[in-house]
């Protein structure tokens, strides 16, 4: 949101953090040395660095991959990653959406009623249909939990192997073919990193079995987009829902958009209201206040 928000934050942090003062990061009489906690989303470059006695960083995003491209990002400052609940919820929601609609081949009948055609297909049972999460971390483990309870085969891959309940899961790279080997609906909610940079590329989508679907929700810069749609092309996958791009807005002459089997959402899978961000951002200022482990904190040597 803009400035017209103020209002709303003031409400919401005056109420519990009464010996703050909160302003907007673009009024020209704040006093930048006088600013301890900046809470934002996409700050200009070498914004964060002129606030010289800033001492908590809170991303309203989950993902701060905008914040760390920032050669000027005063890189002892904590960061905290934006980890309201309420936030992973919006998350389960989108991902249930989008995996129930290739689920019951909805692309299809999207595309069958372009063409008139009344074209049934056969589906099955959610039991029947293996889901797998890339990443578990706050979003993939909520949206995996969410699947599980729909009553889908869920697996999980991350980078430390983990333990989710009614999940198989799968770790690292050594793990990775196996995760892929049978997923027939792959949503990713990965962590931006070097490493998984363009993971959703040629090989990873061969190694799924043929009528695949591929959903994410995580960045653009997961997902080799020419790659999908050749995969696309070739009738190898199915189907794809994509919610976040490497340019977004999505440029109108990109391929994407009239691609019959993709479906686009303009970044829109998490978005929690005021309410929900300010209750996790005052929970963070009072652990970092009162000297305890900050929630969700970004950490530079794992790049996440
Ligand atoms: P997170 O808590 O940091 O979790 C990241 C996950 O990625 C973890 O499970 C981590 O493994 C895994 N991971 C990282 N590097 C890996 C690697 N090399 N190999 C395998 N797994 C790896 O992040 P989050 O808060 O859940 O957010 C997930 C993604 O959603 C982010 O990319 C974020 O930007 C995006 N997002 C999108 C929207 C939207 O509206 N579209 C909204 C919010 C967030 P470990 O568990 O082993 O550490
Ligand atoms: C949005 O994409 C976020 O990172 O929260």
């Not at 009948?109 to 039991?127: C, G, H, L």
Request: negative net charge.
């Amino acid at each position: 949101g803009g400035e017209e928000a103020m209002p709303e934050w003031r409400a919401i942090f005056g109420a519990a953090l009464p010996h703050i003062d909160v302003r907007w990061w673009s009024d020209p009489t704040l006093p930048r040395e006088d600013v301890h906690y900046a809470l934002v989303w996409e700050p200009p470059p070498g914004f964060l660095a002129r606030l010289v006695n800033l001492k908590l960083i809170v991303s309203s995003g989950a993902g701060v991959d905008h914040l760390t491209q920032d050669p000027d990002l005063p890189r002892h400052v904590p960061i905290v990653k934006m980890g309201a609940p309420e936030a992973a919820a919006r998350m389960a929601e989108y991902v249930l959406a989008a995996v129930l609609f290739h689920h019951r081949r909805f692309h299809h009948f999207v595309d069958a009623q372009r063409r008139r055609q009344w074209a049934r297909v056969e589906t099955t049972e959610a039991a029947n249909r293996v889901v797998g999460v890339m990443g578990l971390g706050t979003l993939g483990a909520a949206a995996a939990t969410a699947l599980r309870t729909t009553g889908f085969r869920v697996r999980g891959w991350s980078r430390n192997a983990k333990t989710l309940d009614g999940i198989e899961t799968f770790a690292g790279r050594d793990g990775f073919d196996a995760f892929l080997d049978g997923t027939e609906i792959l949503v990713c909610l990965l962590a931006a990193t070097p490493e998984t940079e363009g993971i959703v590329n040629a090989a990873t989508l061969a190694r799924l079995p043929g009528g695949a679907c591929v959903v994410n929700a995580a960045r653009g810069s997961h997902v080799v987009l020419p790659d999908l749609i050749a995969a696309l092309d070739s009738g190898h996958i199915a189907a794809a829902t994509l919610d976040v791009f490497e340019t977004e807005p999505l440029p109108a002459d990109d391929p994407a958009w009239a691609h019959p089997r993709i479906l686009i959402t303009p970044h829109v899978a998490s978005t929690a209201g005021r309410q929900a961000r300010g209750r996790f951002v005052i929970e963070a200022i009072r652990a970092f206040e009162a000297g305890e482990t900050l929630p969700n904190q970004y950490d530079p040597a794992r790049g996440y």
